[in-house]
């Protein structure tokens, strides 16, 4: 394997993630015959098919997998080096690929925005997705650090706390319930619940919340792969929502949604930026993470809670 070159590594690269030659040649700049020929050095090189050749394109084997990963890490480590040469050469510049779970769109381009402004030398990326897709990207290090909420258990990470994530209870303002004070759990759950999908961070900490109410959980309504659905929703009538406290301080503000006043919230979690513990830290991502603990907090949005509700 000593004898694989990089432009060999990029081009496996290339089909692992396009899954055919002609869209990997158009995206590293070489014609379809010279990709299939990259990949033909590799396999001879490793000595077994990368790739399996089916009607819906080129898929990886185990051993093309094995090797795609060890050629990620390669280019990270190339990534690196390149941003700690520039930090070498005296200035604060090199590139940073961020991530950020959905929810942390209602502040993640504010805070972006500022640390662009205090480094203007680091060349930014921000990918958006829900957690699936975040913690995808991490694990295989499309993203150097993720805004997000629990960091993932199954991988080697190191967060950094940026400050609280309350989650609410929000109703339309002339729901049966929205002047009620201290209303208890077993209320709620006789409510029609809007929800978010299986595996995202509110939907972990809604299940959390409702974890002492036998059969609730087995039964909950309406389901949504957005923010803005369950908005829109709990808007039109269709029910409760369990969101984010940060993704409704407009629609609070002009009384097009009210947080409930329920007995255990807001449910307080915290915001992270969350970077893998089993790679080097490069200079752009140490001074975003110092940026992350003086200033973070400062593009939370303010939590607006009802009378009487817990502060």
Avoid at 175 to 198: G, M
């Amino acid at each position: 394997m000593h004898n694989l070159t990089l432009r060999q590594l990029r081009a496996v690269i290339a089909v692992n993630r396009l899954g055919k030659i002609s869209l990997a040649a158009g995206e590293i700049g070489l014609t379809a015959p010279a990709v299939t020929l990259q990949i033909q050095q590799a396999e001879a090189e490793a000595g077994v098919p990368l790739f399996d050749r089916t009607s819906d394109g080129l898929r990886p084997t185990d051993a093309g997998t094995a090797v795609v990963q060890a050629a990620l890490a390669i280019e990270e480590r190339i990534g690196e080096l390149g941003d700690q040469l520039d930090a070498v050469a005296g200035g604060r510049q090199g590139s940073l690929r961020l991530g950020a779970v959905s929810t942390a769109k209602y502040f993640a381009p504010q805070l972006v925005a500022a640390f662009m402004a205090e480094v203007p030398g680091v060349d930014l990326q921000l990918l958006i997705g829900n957690r699936a897709v975040t913690i995808d990207a991490i694990e295989n290090r499309q993203v150097d650090i993720a805004l997000m909420g629990r960091p993932p258990r199954h991988l080697p990470v190191q967060p950094t706390l940026i400050g609280e994530h309350p989650l609410v209870i929000i109703a339309r303002p002339d729901h049966v319930l929205a002047d009620k004070s201290r209303i208890r759990k077993s209320r709620i759950a006789q409510e029609r619940l809007l929800v978010r999908e299986q595996g995202s961070g509110t939907r972990i900490s809604l299940e959390l919340f409702l974890g002492d109410m036998p059969g609730r959980l087995e039964n909950l309504d309406m389901e949504f792969s957005s923010n803005e659905t369950i908005k829109q929703a709990v808007m039109a009538g269709l029910g409760l929502g369990f969101i984010s406290a940060h993704t409704i301080a407009m629609e609070v503000e002009i009384g097009r949604l009210k947080i409930l006043d329920v007995v255990g919230t807001p449910v307080r979690r915290q915001w992270f930026a969350v970077s893998r513990a089993d790679r080097s830290a490069s200079p752009t991502m140490i001074v975003f993470k110092d940026f992350i603990a003086r200033r973070g907090r400062d593009f939370l949005p303010a939590l607006v809670t009802p009378l009487g509700a817990e502060s």
